[in-house]
């Protein structure tokens, strides 16, 4: 069993369409983590969740919508996209915050926007 | 602010080739973090290794090694007797410490294909 785990792993969807991604980590972590990665990009992050609470949004659009309801599990519930947010988009846990931590990342869920 | 180049955008090499992965970084603080991820195809980043600023000993682990060089800002990574199956992205991150926050900054990417 990994210890990040996120589904699903490809997603195509309308730019009307909702749909959510879902992350669930078996570590024991308090933190969690969405990043988005797009070609030519370094990896972007997104929502940080610590301890359940999001302390920081890297000015998102709204269309993104993230959901952290315990420690384990974290959700970014997806509305009206646009064909830019084409991306994989990581998930990652950490044990807490600080900056010594390492990231434990998931395999991503590659999504289209048609 | 903090930066991190990579400045390889892609390398390619023959199995059994010795390759380094450059990384240089830019940070104010005295106190900071650098991590090394491998990306293969499947997609999940994969820890290799984290070196705190004060610790500048170079690390080997098996056929992975790194050099941290503090008066170049530098935190290269070399592969002896590279493999196929080292065939992947590997990024290059830094942190800082001063603030209570996972501030990470990865660098873009370096592709790296080892050919049979």
């Known amino acids: 069993e990994t210890g990040v785990t996120q589904t699903p792993r490809h997603l195509v969807m309308g730019m009307t369409n909702k749909k959510s991604l879902k992350c669930e980590q078996h570590l024991g972590h308090n933190a969690m983590y969405w990043y988005k990665q797009s070609a030519k990009k370094p990896l972007e992050l997104m929502f940080v969740?610590?301890?359940?609470?999001?302390?920081e949004n890297n000015s998102v659009p709204s269309r993104f919508s993230p959901e952290c309801p315990n420690s384990s599990h974290l959700f970014l519930h997806l509305h009206t996209l646009q064909p830019e947010d084409s991306a994989l988009y990581l998930c990652?846990?950490?044990?807490?915050?600080?900056?010594?931590?390492?990231?434990?990342f998931g395999s991503g869920t590659q999504l289209s926007v048609l | 602010a903090q930066k991190v180049t990579q400045a390889q955008t892609e390398i390619s090499v023959v199995e059994k080739e010795d390759v380094t992965l450059d990384c240089v970084y830019e940070?104010?603080?005295?106190?900071?973090?650098l991590f090394w991820y491998k990306q293969p195809p499947s997609g999940e980043l994969v820890f290799l290794i984290r070196?705190?600023?004060?610790?500048?000993q170079n690390e080997i682990s098996g056929r992975y090694s790194w050099n941290f060089q503090k008066s170049t800002s530098s935190f290269n990574f070399t592969i002896t007797a590279s493999q196929v199956v080292d065939s992947a992205v590997y990024f290059c991150?830094?942190?800082?410490?001063?603030?209570?926050?996972?501030?990470?900054?990865f660098g873009p990417g370096t592709r790296l294909s080892v050919l049979p």
């Open positions: 991150a830094l942190s800082e410490a001063v603030n209570y926050g996972q501030n990470f900054v």
């Open positions: 940070t104010r603080d005295t106190t900071y973090y």
């Open positions: 070196r705190n600023s004060f610790d500048e």
């Open positions: 990652a846990s950490s044990q807490d915050r600080r900056g010594s931590e390492k990231l434990f």
């Open positions: 969740y610590s301890l359940e609470e999001r302390v």
